[in-house]
């Protein structure tokens, strides 16, 4: 069976999407040293080669596209938008009472998050994530390694409102 590349989440619009083959490009822009207009058709024309990309929505992922060329390039500090929380883990017992218990407290909260758990050992990585379960709001490092009280996920939940 051929290596088949492993996939990086990005976010298109207010979804995140995974892409087959993103590191490996942004690598190869890298190495031809293109601006940043160039490295985004670039990036596009590898990337839909192993992606299915939606009619109509070329223009966002060339936006998204070129938003990771420059994170990957150091010149781009923007944020995401809204609240994005993320789960790190193997989808082990703990992984999930994590995924459930903030469910639970963003529905009695009346809060609206992009929550998105984390399985590929790959991409956990690249966040510099060593021990799991692992809680991440908007980009920080909450906990690690441990499940931590609905009180406390509540308390770092409110704070970012």
């Known amino acids: 069976m051929p290596d ?8 298109i619009g207010k979804a995140s999407v995974g892409l087959v083959g993103l590191d490996a490009a ?33 223009a966002q992922y060339r936006e998204a596209l070129l938003a990771a060329w420059r994170k990957h390039c150091g010149t781009e500090s923007g944020g995401e938008e809204g609240l994005v929380i993320r789960i790190f883990g193997t989808g ?28 590929d050992p790959d991409e956990i990585g690249r966040h510099g994530v060593t021990k799991t379960p692992t809680l991440m709001i908007n980009g920080a490092i909450k906990c690690a390694g441990l499940l931590p009280s609905p009180a406390q996920v509540e308390l770092w939940l409110r704070g970012q409102l």
Do not use: H, W
Not at 4 to 11: D, K
Not at 92 to 119: F, G, H, K, P
């Open 4 to 11: 088949i590349p492993a996939s990086r989440f990005i976010r």
């Open 26 to 58: 942004l690598y190869a822009a890298a190495r031809q040293q293109l601006a940043d207009a160039e490295a985004a058709d670039f990036l596009f024309a590898k990337i839909k080669d192993e992606n299915y990309i939606p009619p109509g929505c070329e």
């Open 92 to 119: 082990c017992v703990s992984c999930n009472r994590l995924y459930t218990m903030l469910i639970e407290l963003l529905d009695r909260l009346e809060i609206a998050a992009d929550v998105e758990q984390i399985y």
